[in-house]
């Protein structure tokens, strides 16, 4: 039987969350083929079922363009939830130019969290701030960037990525902001290089000992030649994007019915949008909904911090392709 490669049969280089879709897909038996002078497109097809897929991104084309382009914009999905009344974080958008109208709306709820209306990948999200001068430096960071800041108000909770396909959770992954445990003798520098040796793969990226870094310690007036206590946990971030080296569990069995029956109604009020990840906050049966992502990085399920892996691509190509028997398939 020959080996199916990607790259050669659709005309491209798939980044590695549509690689493992189509090579599950392929598995399955859906056929996949370039189109004829087409440039970066192929075709996804089984039995009556057919996707036409551009810059080979597979979910682009299952779930509905304006659900997904909803959940870009992270005020505005978060005002929609809000008017169905489900639990989202209070939050304002303010523009490059408002930083000192947005301290005013910020300083009543601090601490807060600032973030890019429109990032992704953690990119610029600074969690935690309380101080004004701390606040305009970093708001201005991402105005900078992005154009638009977005202020939101910081809940307690674990922090989880659900996935969700055809409104079923089918994967919860706890996630830990990236920190290092202290064993009275390491300094910070040396545990941050110690833990990196062992994050092994692509999704497990490094901690860096970058400026952010430098920014939290100082918060707990640490530098990178100090030397934590034994036992001691010190986080080098506060969010816990993964790609921040940032660690994951998956955690699913630990979810109550109640909090995965929410988070199902909450995909399901959103028209078209197929496969999602949502990152949320539980803090015992309390649920916020941060952000919904409709193009969700699903390889970071199969490379997780305990080894333990859902293959959730099987899940989204059997509701990508109804027709697939997957149970007779092995």
Known sequence: MSVFRPRTEVGRKLTRANRVLVETAVDLGVEVNRVPGKRRRFTMTYGDTSYLIRQGYILTAYNNKLAARMCKQKSTISSYLDSKHFPVPRNCLFEHTEVERAWDWAKYSLPIV???NDGKSGDN???GIEKKEEFCQLYTKIADKYGKVLIEELKEGQDHRVLVVKGKVVSCLKRI???IIGDGISTVKSLIEQKNKSRKGPVLKHIKLDEESLRNL???TYNPSSIPNKGEKVYLRLNANISDGGDSYENM????????KVIEEVIKSI???NVCGVDVLINDEELSIIEINGSPMIDIHYNTSCKKTVPVAKDIIQAMFPELNISSKK
């Open 114 to 116: 600032l973030k890019p």
């Open 125 to 127: 999200v600074y969690v």
């Open 177 to 179: 902001p990236a920190h």
């Open 218 to 220: 100082n918060k707990v």
């Open 253 to 260: 069995h630990n979810i109550s019915y109640k909090i995965i």
């Open 271 to 273: 028209p078209g949008l």
